[in-house]
């Protein structure tokens, strides 16, 4: 009896030992099954990525005083305007951990960055953030049209190939700014915050973070493998990291007309003047932005009433007849002028492990044609494009050396709108010469003949078509246009130096902007080492589906 009693206990006690092991054997395959799923949809990367994504609620500084404690960041974005935001979301989907520090989290209010081109709406679509241009009236854009003499010649963006919400935008900068750095600060990996950046963190030729005062004026630290400076063209920081040759050849004297319409609906307008070219543009439902372009070495004072009189006297009595009161209301409104000046910088960056350079921190071009934003978003999908398969961001210099890619894969873009719009602006403004009226007169003539002389310059001005050998081409259509004008009716020695005149100035406003862009990285990029760079560790020389767009 007692050793049956004995054994029914140790039966029981199998049993339940059996029902335990068999329960936590049943939990530890249900961790196993949901782990090999996320495994098989999600990749190892996302899943070791994931497990370290848990973020600190207060800014890591907050907890060590002045100094953020190393790993709590992956990236530090420096600057949130168009570029700093745009990116500070794309990488912040990708699963990093994004600090971004901005020296004024206000509305920015300026009088460039109103006009999203076609290209950089598709951009903008990439991204993700095409909800940015809703709910901050902006307009849309289909071309602008050229004035010269009581001559027309329309330029109408090429958007019948895409779907129909694809085309320019125009609106207030500041609208369009603030709507994505709420969308990046939504992402609760990405943290925004307000401070002036002072200088780089450098160690051994490696930066390692930034020095930045915080709105309270206290000098802090933020650390992270990776700082992308995108600051715009007034960055601080860029000496460093690039050679910068700036030159500003003209200054935007800029107004805001109400109760006024342009004659094209959803058109610009460019008037080719004298002394400036003059341009309209809608940037609300209810406003016209007015641009008046003038020689850095001829721009009047604000202050003393020098440039409302320059305004009044010399550029009014150019602008279209429609627009004629509301400009002089606009320039006898109070503190309503405002002067920006164009800079031009070729891209020349130094590359330095820990640190990055992308948008007008490294590369402007005049701002005529309103390429800016254009070129910037399409960085931030190339070089999120270039990160995404990076897994760890530690080793500095195989970064750097892999990202250097970026400056050549962004060519056909960036040099394609930098140099249009870097000529148009000699070309557009007041000739100084017969030769340079010839030249302009060229130029207005050859967009007027319509057809694939007028869509080809404003699909590459527009940024649906990056690609250098079409500015060729068409620069050289151009040219033999001109040529063949002067010489009409027939050839005479007089009209063979005209035009021989005319190759040799054209060929010299055009030819020094192409050398400064890169003519191998323009137009022979894969002679170009840097176009082969795979990301550190992989085994392919293959270019990870690049495409130069």
Not at 374 to 399: F, G, M, Y
Request: net charge positive; with cysteine.
């Amino acid at each position: 009896m007692i050793i049956s009693r004995k054994r029914k206990q140790e039966t029981i006690c199998m049993e339940y030992i059996v029902g335990l092991a068999g329960a936590i054997a049943s939990l530890l395959g249900l961790a196993f099954l949901f782990y090999s799923s996320l495994m098989r949809f999600r990749g190892p990367s996302k899943v070791k990525r994931s497990a370290s994504m848990e973020l600190p609620n207060e800014n890591s500084a907050n907890k060590t005083g002045n100094c953020e404690a190393h790993g709590t960041t992956d990236i530090i974005i420096v600057g949130a305007g168009v570029a700093g935001a745009a990116l500070a979301y794309s990488l912040g989907k990708d699963g990093r951990r994004v600090r971004v520090i901005e020296r004024d989290l206000k509305a920015p209010e300026r009088i460039a960055g109103e006009a999203l081109l076609p290209g950089g709406y598709l951009k903008l679509i990439e991204l993700g953030l095409e909800d940015c241009v809703d709910e901050i009236d902006a307009v849309r854009v289909l071309g602008c049209v050229l004035y010269n003499d009581g001559k027309e010649a329309p330029l109408s963006f090429p958007l019948e190939k895409y779907e129909s919400h694809v085309a320019g935008r125009n609106f207030h900068n500041g609208r369009f700014v603030q709507r994505l750095r709420n969308k990046a600060a939504s992402l609760h990996n990405v943290s925004l915050e307000q401070g002036a950046v002072t200088s780089l963190i450098e160690e051994n030729g490696t930066v390692k973070g930034v020095h930045y005062k915080d709105k309270r004026g206290q000098l802090l630290t933020a650390y992270a493998p990776l700082t992308v400076i995108c600051d715009g063209c007034f960055s601080n920081l860029r000496r460093s990291l690039c050679n910068p040759k700036v030159d500003i050849p003209s200054h935007f004297a800029g107004l805001v007309l109400t109760n006024c319409k342009l004659p094209d609906e959803n058109y610009g307008a460019i008037i080719l003047a004298e002394p400036s070219p003059i341009l309209f543009y809608p940037i609300s439902s209810t406003e016209i932005r007015c641009l008046v372009d003038i020689p850095s070495q001829h721009v009047p004072s604000v202050s003393d009433g020098g440039m409302a009189h320059y305004l009044k006297t010399r550029v009014a009595p150019k602008a279209l007849p429609e627009m004629y009161t509301a400009l002089i209301s606009a320039i006898e409104k109070e503190d309503n002028i405002r002067i920006m000046p164009n800079k031009i910088m070729a891209a020349d960056p130094r590359p330095t492990p820990g640190a990055f350079l992308i948008g007008d921190a490294v590369n402007s071009r005049h701002a005529i044609t309103g390429g800016g934003m254009t070129v910037a978003l399409s960085d931030v999908v190339l070089l999120s494009d270039l990160i995404r398969p990076l897994h760890n961001l530690s080793d500095a210099s195989a970064v750097c050396k892999y990202l250097e890619s970026f400056y050549t894969l962004r060519k056909p873009m960036s040099s394609t709108i930098n140099t249009l719009a870097n000529v148009l602006q000699i070309v557009f403004s007041a000739p100084s010469s017969p030769v340079m009226e010839d030249l302009q007169q060229t130029c207005f003539g050859y967009l007027r003949l319509g057809g694939i002389f007028s869509t080809g310059p404003s699909a590459i001005l527009s940024g649906l078509c990056p690609r250098p050998l079409s500015l060729a081409f068409h620069f050289s259509a151009m040219s033999v246009y001109g040529v063949g004008r002067l010489l009409l009716p027939f050839p005479s020695p007089k009209r063979l130096w005209n035009g021989a005149r005319l190759l040799w100035v054209a060929s010299s406003i055009i030819l020094p902007f192409i050398w400064f862009e890169g003519v191998r990285q323009m137009f022979f990029p894969l002679t170009v080492p840097a176009y082969y760079r795979t990301p550190p560790g992989s085994r392919s020389i293959k270019s990870l589906g690049r495409k130069i767009d």
